[in-house]
C-alpha cells in the first residue's frame, strides 16, 4: 500500500485541481501523506538532523541506557507503559536543549508550509482560507512546538514498543523522519501501513482537533513506532496546533442542518433526487438561516 505523495510543484501548473484533489483525499481518507518539493532549504534540514543527531549521542544515549526505562525493560521483560525513545521539546521562541539558530530558522519555514498547507485544506473544505489560522490562534496566533525524538537501537524490539499507538490531539503534524532507520507505522483499512525514511520529504499527518474543526471530515489517524535492533531512528516532529486559549468547534459550514421538518426535505428530495445530497444539506442549511427558498 502506497501511501499519498503530494507534489506541491504542480499547484501552480496544469495539474493544480489534480493535486488539490488528490491533498483532499489523503486528508479525508488516509489521514497521512508525504510532501515533494515543498519549498524547505533541503541543505537546512540535514543541518537540523546532523545537529539532533550530534546532541543525542554526546549528552543523552548514555543516559537512556541507565535510565529507567531501560533497566525496568531488562527487568520486566515485555512492557505495556512504556516508550523506548528520548525525547525533548523545542518550543518556537523560546529557549531550546539545542542552542542554534539552525532549529529557529527550519522552523520558520515550516510554519511558513503549515499556513500553505491549512489554506489548502479550507479550499478543498469550501471554508476561507484562513479560517484554520483563526481557529487556531489566540492572543499569539497558533501554538507551535517541536518534538525531537530518538528511538535507540533496541536488543529486544519484539518486546517494546518505539512509541505506542496513538492519534495526536492537535493539528497539523510537519515531520522530518529518518534517513535510513524505519519504524513509523499509520493504522489504514485493518492494517499496518510502513513509512518507508525520506531523506528530502516532509511527513504529514493530522491530529484530533482539526478532526473536530472539520466535522469529522479530516480524521486523525492511529500511528505507532516500532523498535528496532539494528538502528537508531531519528524523528523531528512540529506541531502546528491551536492555541492554549483558543476555542474549538466544528466549523459552521460543515455541520450538517439541523431543526427542519422531514416534509420539507422530502419536497427538497423529490426535486433533486438525481443530485449530489450535500447540495440538500447545504440548501436545507441556508433555508435555516433564512436565506433560501425550497424548490417549488
Known sequence: MEIPVIDFGELNGEKRSETMALLHEACEKWGFFQIENHGIDTQLMGRVKQLVNQHYEVNM?????????????????????????????????QSSKINDKTIEDYVDQLIKLAEKLSELMCENLGLDKSCIKETFSGENGPSVGTKVAKYPRC????????????TDAGGIILMLHDDEVPGLQFYKDGRWVEIPPSKDNIFVNTGELLEVLTNGRY??????????????????????NPAG????????????????????YLKLYAATKFEDKGLRFECMKEKANGHQSLPA
Open 61 to 93: 544515549k548514555k543516559t537512556f541506557y541507565e535510565s529507567d526505562i531501560a533497566k525496568s525493560f531488562k527487568d520486566q521483560g515485555k512492557t505495556t507503559n512504556i516508550d523506548w525513545e528520548r525525547t525533548f521539546f523545542v518550543w518556537h521562541r
Open 155 to 166: 536488543p529486544n524490539p519484539e518486546l517494546v514498543r518505539g512509541l505506542r499507538e496513538h
Open 219 to 240: 480524521k486523525g489517524c492511529l500511528h505507532r513506532v516500532m523498535a528496532d535492533e539494528n538502528g537508531s531512528r531519528l524523528s523531528i516532529a512540529t506541531f502546528y
Open 245 to 264: 486559549d483558543a476555542t474549538i468547534s466544528p466549523a459552521p459550514k460543515l455541520l450538517y442542518p439541523s431543526r427542519f421538518r422531514f416534509q420539507d
